[in-house]
């Protein structure tokens, strides 16, 4: 006897620490498993793993566990719109974990990010960004009235941009709109400001689907391409979300739709 004793005691030590059960709800036992999973899940969201986090979940579980058995006896996770939000969430997490696991089987390597760099450089080289202001108004006649007095020195450009802009923002500013590429300019006003030297003011007004534009170029230079270390978290975001759209689309191309 002493010996089945001591074998069942050692069984008894041996057994995996998740074996063990950290608190009981009417019946139904919550492991140290269940726990340290989800720890797990709130370290991953940016939590961090302690005593009193560890205390705070092992709390949460039993009043969840507490409250679900109450539905459950109610019978309310038998109701149909129950069952219709139960179904989506489970079709929620089966998304999100096959994503996952496409992404940690498929990961985006340096080597990706680094020629994605390069090309999106590439692209880039000899473009040109521009400083520019702009006064926006609604009609062609009083653009070009307004144009005439600020070529004439009746009235500076900045304070025109501030009494007479439609496009209140930049008119508060004298009509400055920052530096930027033309390509972020809608086509009119894109091609008028590719045309213009530096310091230069449009010859004549300008007109988009805003209006009438009256344009002046301050300054022009190259555009600086960022290094690899400022952009490759959103680079890298960028070719994480481009590889799930076409696992998605190679999905929805396999399947047997009708």
Not at 214 to 231: H, K, L, S, Y
Request: one cysteine or more; a neutral charge; proline letters at 3%.
């Amino acid at each position: 006897m002493k010996r089945i004793a001591a074998f069942a005691l050692t069984c008894a030590l041996a057994a995996p620490v998740y074996a063990q059960t950290i608190a009981t709800v009417n019946g139904k036992n919550i492991t140290q498993k269940d726990l340290d999973q989800f720890v797990a899940v709130l370290v991953e969201q940016g939590a961090k793993d302690s005593p009193e986090l560890r205390e705070q979940v092992k709390q949460e579980m039993v009043n969840r566990l507490a409250v679900v058995q109450a539905a459950e006896k109610a019978g309310i996770d038998k109701t149909n719109q129950v069952q219709q939000e139960l179904e989506l969430a489970r079709q929620s997490i089966l998304v999100r974990a096959l994503m996952a696991d496409y992404l940690k089987k498929n990961p985006v390597t340096e080597a990706d990010l680094t020629k994605e760099y390069n090309t999106i450089k590439a692209m880039e080289e000899g473009q040109q960004e521009y400083k520019v202001r702009h006064i926006l108004v609604k009609d062609e006649a009083a653009a070009k009235d307004l144009l005439a007095k600020i070529k004439s020195k009746k009235i500076s450009f900045a304070d025109a941009a501030k009494k007479d802009s439609i496009d209140t923002g930049s008119g508060q500013q004298g009509g400055d709109l920052g530096w930027a590429p033309s390509s972020t300019y809608v086509p009119e006003f894109a091609q008028a400001v590719e045309k213009m030297k530096k310091g230069e003011l449009s010859a004549a007004p300008v007109q988009s689907q805003f209006g009438w534009h009256i344009i002046q170029v301050d300054d022009a230079r190259p555009v600086t391409f960022p290094a690899m270390a400022e952009v490759k978290p959103q680079l890298e975001e960028m070719m994480r979300q481009r590889k799930l759209a076409e696992y998605q689309q190679k999905i929805l191309k396999e399947a047997n739709i009708k």
